[in-house]
């Protein structure tokens, strides 16, 4: 590895004041991973500030900007849906069934220090997401993993559609009363609702059991909504369902043992086309549990392709922030993960981490 | 003769390699059984039904057939099944919810709905969770199918459903220091449940009389006084039965509307049929209890109490009332009638067309004719005799048991 | 099994190691070691297999940095019959080709293969054996899953969170064998923890340490245990000597005997004294110590005839546990778990103590010993020259499926890609005995091996073939 920056020389953790590459600079990889899952050898990404400038193979590097030449993999950074890691565990109000106008942006906590796990995992970017118990916490966050910056803050509509929703004694207690509820919010047309019933905003939509799953399904499709639904390990055997209503899915973290029906559902969604990320749920579970979901897919079949595009671009769409991150590619941010080997493989490690253009983890 | 004969070999051999995910798809049946009952007082003896797409397509004597049996059934309809999500399938927030419905609580995965249809119930309604005094609006659908509620439910809002007696204040206490939910605010006694009941038909009554501008719950508990679809109370009870009864005169009395009652679970009402005459009420029996009382309440059963009922004239179906032992299931309801000295051709209406008729689908189901749906129990004896079970099952003539495979 | 072939199955490294072997292992009193009672007596197990296949390997790994290209195997009776470019092919026989051919994963730390109520078990004692609760055919799905995977065979262990958890048991995953079949080695290891959470919160230092003690001195009965059985014999031997010398001395000398006597009793009479009869200390011969399997099992332990396997986290107890069991001299220790084992990785070197890791990803339910376990433990415990072995954790039967995936985790945290095949291989059926049977790709050995499409632990290399103890148990189209 080249480095004409001897001051990043050593390992800088996150909590550290981030260290600046250089205003322009260009990484060449042996394997660039484009996020319509080509990959270009010897490609070639340039860095002007915090965003990328150009990516190709025959790109030139303006005279006097850095070149770091990468013996490995370099893609974009892996994207964490459905994260309490940074929320300081105030990502719910347990004393308010909806929170109309809430926004999870609002308890992340830049630098905290759960965050540095993530980066050490090639993980550049979390969707802050509420836990399970409310109808509507209101809105998730995409935050990065270093820095303070946040991408949206008003990404997804929350909707909690499962039986952790319904709490025996606080309003709604019944499937019944829960859709009545959200049906009235949605007509209201304010706020969030307003937006998320105009099509402007995308839903989060929370459904645990098959039975949740298809509920959900037939209230997006009654309403018109667009977004994804999380938490359904056996969503996938209604991937036809699914794909008919234009959804997404947040697959819940899949850890090692994780059962081979629930690996097989998500298989049928990427059979059927339907676009999929996975949550990851740090702190509670190990950063590496990220990888180790789309490993345990790419063992039963998952192309590696299309298991990156589930931990890059589709989770940046699923959250409505693609504009921003999730691609190499010209105009999004600089945020570049440097690999020994495929990131789907488990036996890859991770080199460096850039975010915004600005060395976050490991050395280059 | 010989063609006949010809034909029913060539069908036998064309049979014979026919693999089971073949018949699965297959919709298309001719079934030859000794005795057919088509419905109540209609007996063919030696002859055939044909069921083609989902239909049936000949009723008739004689005729060949793909599959023998002793005897046929049109499908059996339960009107009060709870395959439902518990405490998720009700409401509580508020104890009176006309316009919510179950239909939205529903799993179709679950695997009780496959176990209803392997005992021959291929038509059953589904009533809220008896939490509520009103608790909503329910469905009939059918136990197979696809794996999706709208695709198999025969009448949406079939009827608005409700329960007195002891279990709509159950778990409700009064305010101790400040309230910290809601069920301090509902009624704690069957009083209070009775009260409930009334104040809500009279709001809504009156507000119509009025003018006043009225509510989704509102409208949903006057289609009922205006008799779109019938009102069940569960009440087990020899008191709750009353209160029921009682309330629907109170209501005609008020000129408010004719209520189309049906008593579920009426374990008691073999007490005091009069009251259910005079109001021109249906009984739905709860499973006969193994040792004569049964219920919330402990009301008690005598096993005579279908044969009483029906002798009353009262029209009267039988139930599982959600309980899955085997020992529970609906034929073996009508065989407990009939020890009870329920008439055969009784117990078959109580298990199929009268139920059908109190949910308003006794168009398309509950007798076996020509045009209705292809719902059929195969039977290797005599229907609801303790030696014989339901060894066929065809559901919109798809053949969900095979009395072939049994042995 | 009868005690016969109990012996033909130990390693010959295990007797070697036992110095004693002549007087304790092989003249112990019947009944000193648990029966065996599993395997039939005619020899290899495997050999009633009767499928037999050829396979067309691009690649043989034989054993890590070992590696053949362009070879044919022949599997037949249960056992790799043969192995290299010109194997014949007998006529008929089902062949089969694939890129890669390696041995058959071993998860040294499972779950698999027990009923919960065993694994759990805190009541269990030295000489509890595993091998009596195993149920061969239960699971049988996630077996399956587990063989499809590339695990083909599991150390399990009864009262894994107990301080001593028994004897534990090397099984094959296969749920289509038989019980005699599946059961590699039935005494494979004896198990203990320190210092764990067991239900409630986690211990205080002082129960910690109490533990440690509690190990050395478990091992000290075991040890005099088997020195009173050997002086027993010792003393045996040499009664039984003298008592045959002095018969023949008697015999020989009977009339010069009988002459002194009758002086003496004449001699007595004179003197008007009671004579006394000549004594021999012949007469006294030794006592036979009374049989006591948990004391005997021990005795095996602390003699290095079964490893030691001690699952403990802490760096403190850790310490204290190398250091109560250094007089130890034929221990054969094995550290799991070890969370903290960085800090006495110079003393695991040089004591050669080798570390089950479990590379966990376990985060907020982590119990307090586990805090702080993270995936590059193997890695900078291999690079301090520790040996490493991989295991699931022994408490989560699925787990063991995934360990080719946390193997791959833990690469991807810094373990050389070669160390972790070693230890999924190799390496566990050396550290558990088994080497004889599994771990290799060699003429003579059990055909429990992977025929795979490229590198093992590449996360696009898949599992084609399977075999266990000969039989074809995954394809591509199962």
Redesign the interface.
């Given at each position: 590895m080249l480095i004409l920056s001897l001051a990043l020389a050593s390992l800088a953790p996150a909590s550290k004041p981030l260290a600046p590459v250089s205003e322009v600079f260009a990484i060449r990889a042996e394997q660039l991973h484009l996020a319509d899952g080509t990959v270009l050898e010897n490609g070639l990404v340039l860095v002007d500030g915090d965003t990328i400038a150009a990516v190709g193979s025959g790109v030139s590097v303006p005279a006097g900007a850095a070149l770091v030449e990468h013996a490995g993999h370099l893609t974009t950074g892996l994207i964490a849906l459905g994260e309490h890691a940074g929320g300081s565990g105030e990502l719910r109000d347990s004393t308010r069934t909806v929170l109309a106008g809430g926004r999870l942006a609002h308890a992340f906590a830049p630098g905290h220090s759960q965050l540095e796990a993530l980066l050490a995992e090639g993980i550049t970017s979390l969707v802050l997401a509420p836990s399970a118990g409310s109808l509507s916490a209101g809105c998730t966050a995409v935050v990065k993993s270093a820095g303070d910056t946040v991408v949206s803050e008003r990404a997804q509509l929350h909707i909690g559609l499962s039986s952790a929703s319904l709490l025996s004694n606080r309003r709604p207690t019944s499937y019944s009363g829960a859709l009545r509820d959200l049906e009235a919010l949605l007509s209201s047309a304010h706020g969030d609702f307003g937006a998320a019933a105009r099509g402007e905003l995308p839903v989060l939509i929370e459904a645990r059991s098959r039975h949740e799953v298809q509920r959900a399904v037939a209230f997006v499709a009654e309403h018109k909504l667009r977004g994804a639904i999380s938490g359904a390990p056996l969503a996938g055997e209604l991937a036809a369902d699914i794909a008919a209503a234009g959804l997404s899915v947040i697959s819940d973290p899949r850890?090692?043992?994780?059962?081979?029906r629930s690996i097989d559902a998500l298989l049928s969604l990427a059979e059927a086309g339907v676009p999929f990320g996975f949550k990851l749920a740090?702190?509670?579970?190990?950063a590496?549990?990220l990888?180790?979901g789309v490993?345990?897919c790419?063992?039963r079949?998952l192309s590696?392709a299309t298991a990156l595009r589930s931990l890059t671009v589709d989770a940046a769409r699923i959250a409505g922030v693609d504009e921003r991150i999730g691609a190499l590619a010209t105009g999004r941010d600089a945020d570049l993960v440097l690999w020994s080997g495929?990131p789907?493989?488990?036996?890859?490690?991770v080199k460096a981490v850039l975010i915004d253009g600005q060395l976050v983890y490991g050395e280059l | 003769m010989i063609p006949t004969l010809l034909l029913t070999l060539a069908t036998a051999a064309n049979l014979a390699p026919v693999t089971g995910t073949q018949d699965d798809e297959r919709t298309r049946w001719s079934i030859h059984a000794e005795k057919i009952y088509a419905a109540p007082g209609e007996l063919i003896e030696n002859g055939s039904v044909r069921v083609d797409a989902g239909k049936i397509t000949r009723l008739g004597s004689g005729g060949g057939g793909d599959i023998s049996v002793y005897a046929i059934t049109a499908g059996l309809v339960d009107a009060s099944v709870r395959i439902h999500e518990d405490r998720l399938s009700v409401e509580e927030s508020s104890e009176i919810q006309p316009a919510l419905r179950v239909a939205d609580t529903l799993d179709p995965f679950s695997h009780l709905w496959q176990r209803q249809l392997r005992s021959g119930v291929t038509t059953v309604m589904v009533s809220p969770l008896d939490r509520n005094v009103v608790g909503g609006l329910s469905v009939v659908l059918k136990t197979g199918g696809p794996e999706n509620i709208a695709a198999r439910t025969v009448a949406v809002d079939a009827a608005l459903c409700g329960a007195i007696g002891s279990s709509p204040s159950r778990g409700n206490h009064a305010v101790y220091g400040l309230p910290t939910d809601f069920f301090s605010r509902r009624p704690t006694t069957r009083m209070g449940v009775e009260w409930e009941w009334r104040r809500a038909f009279y709001d809504a009554a009156l507000a119509q009389r009025h003018g006043a501008e009225l509510d989704e719950d509102a409208r949903g508990l006057l289609q009922v006084l205006a008799g779109v679809r019938p009102l069940f109370i569960q009440a087990w009870a020899t008191q709750d039965i009353r209160t029921a009864a009682f309330f629907v005169e109170e209501m005609a009395r008020e000129d408010f509307g004719q209520i189309r009652l049906i008593v579920d679970a009426a374990a008691e009402a073999w007490k005091e049929p009069a009251f259910l005459v005079r109001t021109g009420a249906g009984v739905v029996l709860p499973p006969f209890p193994h040792n004569g009382r049964s219920g919330p309440d402990r009301a008690f059963t005598a096993w005579s109490s279908a044969a009483q009922l029906h002798a009353a004239g009262i029209p009267l179906a039988l139930s599982s009332h959600g309980a899955q032992s085997p020992a529970d299931r609906l034929d073996r309801q009508a065989g407990y009638a009939m020890r009870g000295g329920l008439p055969f051709d009784a117990a078959l209406a109580a298990v199929t067309l009268t139920p059908a008729r109190m949910l308003g689908v006794d168009e398309s189901v509950g007798s076996i004719a020509v045009g209705k749906d292809a719902d059929l129990v195969l039977w290797n004896g005599e229907p609801f005799a303790a030696t014989s079970r339901a060894v066929g099952v065809l559901l919109e003539g798809r053949l969900i048991v095979d009395p072939r495979e049994e042995n | 099994m009868s005690r016969r072939s109990t012996f033909n199955r130990v390693a010959p490294n295990r007797v070697a190691l036992a110095a004693l072997a002549a007087l304790s292992i092989i003249a112990a009193p019947a009944g000193a070691e648990p029966a065996t009672r599993t395997a039939p007596d005619d020899g290899d197990p495997a050999a009633e297999s009767s499928e037999q296949y050829l396979i067309n390997a691009g690649r043989v790994i034989v054993r890590p940095g070992e590696v053949l290209e362009n070879v044919r195997i022949l599997v037949r009776g249960g056992s790799i019959a043969a192995l290299g470019r010109d194997v014949e092919a007998p006529e008929g026989i089902e062949e089969i080709s694939g890129a890669v051919v390696c041995a058959g994963f071993i998860d040294p730390w499972s779950a698999l293969g027990v009923d919960a109520g065993s694994l759990r078990d805190q009541r269990t004692e030295p000489a509890t054996r595993t091998a009596d609760a195993i149920d061969v055919h239960g699971q049988r799905h996630l077996r399956r899953?587990a063989l499809r995977?590339g695990v083909v065979a599991a150390r399990v262990q009864a009262g894994g969170l107990a301080r001593v958890g028994g004897v534990g048991a090397v099984v094959r995953l296969n749920p289509d064998l038989s019980a005699a079949e599946a059961l590699v080695l039935p005494d494979a290891v004896l198990a203990m923890s320190v210092g764990l959470s067991r239900g409630g919160g986690a211990m205080d230092v002082f129960d910690r340490q109490g533990e440690v003690d509690r190990v050395r001195g478990a091992l000290d009965s075991g040890l005099a245990y088997r020195q009173n059985e050997v002086e027993y014999r010792y003393d045996l031997e040499e009664w039984e000597k003298a008592m045959a010398e002095k018969e023949a001395d008697l015999e020989k000398d009977f009339k010069k005997a009988k002459k002194d006597r009758d002086k003496g009793l004449a001699k007595a009479e004179e003197d008007d004294k009671e004579f006394k009869e000549k004594k021999y200390k012949e007469d006294k011969k030794p006592r036979k110590p009374s049989f006591d399997s948990n004391k005997a099992a021990l005795a095996r332990a602390a003699h290095g005839e079964l490893p030691l396997v001690v699952q403990v986290h802490r760096a403190a107890e850790l310490r204290e546990l190398l250091k109560a069991t250094a007089g130890v001299d034929r221990l054969r220790l094995v550290l799991a778990g070890a969370t903290e084992a960085e800090s006495v990785a110079e003393t695991l070197v040089e004591r050669r103590v080798s570390v089950l890791v479990a590379p966990?990803?376990?985060?907020?339910?982590a119990r307090d010993e586990w805090a702080g376990a993270d995936?590059g433990l193997a890695g900078r415990l291999e690079q301090a020259g520790v040996e490493v072995l991989l295991g699931?954790g022994g408490e989560?039967p699925?787990?063991t499926?995934?360990l080719p995936?946390?193997a791959?985790?833990a690469?991807?945290?810094?373990l050389e890609?070669e160390a972790a095949f070693e230890a999924l291989t190799i390496g566990a059926a050396r550290s558990l005995d088994v080497a004889d049977q599994l771990g290799t790709v060699e003429v003579g050995k059990s055909a429990d091996i992977l025929v795979l499409d490229g590198a093992p632990?590449?996360?696009?290399t898949?599992v084609q073939y399977v075999f266990s103890a000969g039989r074809l148990v995954v394809t591509p189209q199962n």
């Open positions: 850890s090692p043992g994780a059962s081979q740090s702190p509670a579970r190990h590496n549990t990888r180790m490993a345990l790419v063992r079949g590696p495929h789907t493989d488990l036996t890859s490690s | - | 899953e995977a966990s990803l376990a985060r907020s339910d995936l699931s989560t699925d787990l499926r995934d995936l946390l791959a985790s690469v991807g945290h810094g890609r632990l590449l996360g696009t898949s």
